[in-house]
């Protein structure tokens, strides 16, 4: 009973009150716009990331890892010169095979859409820790739509992943990527197919990661899926030189058709598809992911 | 406390229910949150009490039933409910890795409110529940009870004619959470918020609620002011110690109004009457006026616990001790709801 002393009601500080009853009653016009809240909730993101600069050193090392040991270690030019004959026949057995005379460049060009795969992987890893952290919660009780929290999630990523990819593309030249065939409209290509592979890649693991609680599933399904992609995919190794049923896991393989672009525009290789048909079916994958990652939220984010 | 009874409902609800797989969490619960009061759930963890509350909010969707909130319905009109209300989640929702401003200008950003106007009033806000001075820390170096202010204040970012407190003291310290019943008695006096909080703390509903719903195994059991679900349970006990053992004078005290029985024993009174504090005089004068000599008096007011205990059967005390069942309860119900 004693809790209930009126005593406890008057130790109120009265001048509050006055300064801030004004502001409390009359709200402010708000936006309602379908799309508010997606720069805020992006924004909280990419300032994590960006706040953290060791994240980003890690999140680097990798591909740099793989550019360094695996591009030089894995020597095709030293192994196609050792087989002999003169410097032009060893020219032409490297283009038909890579489409380049370095191996290396085109191991770096596979890097950028390794690196944004991952990137990618991991939005999914920050819906799981949202909900884990009873931040989604907090965010689904306030009136932005369901679909902009998934939108926000995966511009975040995407927004990391293009600038790790620049990132990426910056190191390999220092390494000694082949540069002579880079043009304005080449990188910008470039990033603009790399931006719809991450937009497609980025919307499936959060699709994926919407019913998610627990993060030891999500990494399960990380693996699961990104070696795969990875390794049936050019990234590492020419399609052409693959067994046939691999081909043609490779052929519906997304990342393949951002590396096939990629080798076109920053390294002038002849591609597999002409530069269309891997921007329309990189176009189709990026909108149709996205689009069923946007109807999907409506239904699992609530329930 | 009596003047809010004419006001409108503000939260309406009817046969509201949900069922989570198998469990049913919420079974056809029905009841009305006037304008302006503080209405509070009481019951045991895993009694229903979140799980209506994130119906409420919208953040489930019932399994059948309605509920209308701030006039608008939560099935067909969730955004206006969202707009409307705050809320103040059971967990702690704030991001850690970044400040405590920060997080309240994204709540804010989430609402639609321009910064010209959430920065002053996140300011202030932070005044309210004294946090100004921690305002540019990281989260992460809060205490629990900054945390929980933290979150008030968050609740409080949209102007919400009406905010839920899902366990607003659970797991504080005394002294942090008669801070935290200090801002939310303000809110209700100086703001005239109205205030739906759910607590398994007896003492907390006694204190703050002007209207309590006891809930059980996902019912209603009861509904009423804190003092009349505690007069509906037989009313105040005075005992009564008189100097002489005779004359008995039982009889004439059972004929006052507002006593319902009377037993002595040994020249002491036991007796039980509705509205304690006024029955006393009546019984002191009748006493006397026999030339009786009153020597003790007291008078117990009987608490919610009893209350409780009347409504479902069982104890809350009883209830909380079987902890592993409540637990294993939990995990399901954690489980299924997100």
Redesign the interface.
């Known amino acids: 009973?004693a809790?209930?002393d009126p005593t406890?009601?008057k130790?109120?500080p009265k001048e509050?009150?006055s300064?801030?009853?004004r502001?409390?009653?009359?709200?402010?016009?708000?936006?309602?716009?379908p799309l508010?809240?997606l720069?805020?909730?992006t924004h909280?993101d990419l300032?994590?990331w960006y706040?953290?600069p060791v994240q980003l050193f890690v999140s680097l090392i990798q591909p740099v890892v793989w550019l360094g040991l695996f591009g030089k270690a894995m020597n095709f030019g030293a192994f196609v010169s050792g087989a002999g004959g003169t410097q032009t026949q060893q020219n032409a057995i490297m283009l038909s095979m890579f489409g380049t005379t370095s191996y290396f460049s085109f191991l770096a060009c596979g890097m950028l859409a390794f690196v944004i795969l991952f990137t990618a992987a991991f939005s999914g890893m920050s819906v799981v820790f949202d909900?884990r952290?009873?931040?989604l919660?907090?965010?689904?009780?306030?009136?932005?739509?369901r679909g902009t929290v998934v939108m926000a999630k995966v511009l975040q990523s995407v927004g990391r992943a293009l600038i790790q990819a620049a990132i990426v593309l910056l190191i390999a030249v220092v390494l000694g990527m082949d540069t002579s065939h880079f043009t304005i409209t080449g990188i910008f290509g470039t990033f603009s197919i790399m931006f719809l592979m991450a937009l497609g890649l980025s919307s499936l693991y959060v699709m994926l990661a919407l019913?998610s609680?627990d993060w030891q599933t999500q990494m399960a399904i990380i693996n699961l899926l990104n070696l795969p992609l990875v390794f049936a995919s050019n990234a590492l190794f020419p399609t052409k030189l693959m067994p046939n049923w691999l081909q043609y896991i490779v052929k519906v393989n997304p990342v393949s058709y951002a590396n096939d672009a990629a080798r076109q525009l920053l390294l002038g290789a002849t591609g597999l598809n002409s530069l269309a048909i891997d921007f329309g079916y990189l176009l189709a994958f990026a909108i149709l992911l996205s689009a069923t990652g946007i109807v999907l939220s409506w239904r699992l984010l609530?329930? | 406390m009596s003047e809010t009874n004419t006001e409108a409902p503000i939260v309406e609800v009817t046969n509201l229910s949900k069922t989570f797989a198998k469990l049913k969490a919420v079974d056809s619960v029905s009841f009305e949150v006037k304008e302006g009061e503080i209405f509070g759930f009481l019951g045991p963890n895993g009694a229903g009490k979140s799980t209506t509350i994130n119906m409420l909010t919208t953040l489930l969707k019932p399994s059948s039933g309605n509920a209308q909130v701030c006039g608008y319905d939560v099935h067909t009109n969730a955004n206006e409910v969202r707009r409307n209300v705050g809320v103040v989640p059971q967990e702690y929702t704030a991001d850690e890795d970044m400040t405590g401003h920060n997080n309240i200008i994204l709540c804010a950003d989430l609402y639609g409110l321009p910064r010209s106007n959430s920065e002053p009033h996140a300011e202030e806000l932070f005044k309210l529940v004294e946090l100004e001075d921690a305002a540019n820390r990281k989260v992460s170096t809060y205490s629990g009870g900054m945390r929980r202010r933290l979150e008030l204040a968050c609740g409080l970012i949209n102007y919400p004619k009406l905010l839920f407190l899902d366990e607003p003291t659970l797991g504080l310290d005394v002294q942090t959470r008669a801070a935290v019943w200090k801002y939310i008695r303000m809110l209700k006096e100086e703001y005239h918020m109205t205030l739906f909080l759910t607590t398994h703390y007896l003492e907390e509903a006694d204190a703050l609620c002007d209207r309590i719903a006891i809930i059980d195994h996902g019912h209603i059991v009861r509904i009423g002011t804190p003092d009349e679900l505690k007069a509906n349970i037989g009313g105040d006990i005075i005992v009564v110690g008189v100097r002489e053992s005779a004359p008995d004078v039982s009889s004439e005290i059972a004929k006052i109004q507002l006593v319902k029985d009377v037993k002595k024993n040994n020249g002491v009174y036991r007796i039980k009457a509705e509205r304690g504090e006024e029955a006393t005089p009546e019984i002191m004068d009748l006493i006397r006026s026999r030339g009786l000599h009153v020597i003790k008096i007291s008078l117990t007011k009987p608490t919610l616990d009893e209350a409780y205990l009347e409504y479902t059967g069982h104890s809350m005390r009883e209830e909380e001790t079987s902890r592993t069942q409540m637990f294993s309860q939990r995990v399901t119900m954690r489980k299924a709801r997100s």
């Open positions: 009973m809790l209930k406890m009601q130790e109120q509050v009150s300064n801030h009853e502001s409390f009653m009359a709200s402010p016009k708000v936006n309602t716009s508010h809240g720069w805020a909730l909280r300032r994590k706040m953290n909900r952290f009873g931040f919660n907090k965010v689904l009780s306030t009136p932005v739509s019913r609680t609530s329930k």
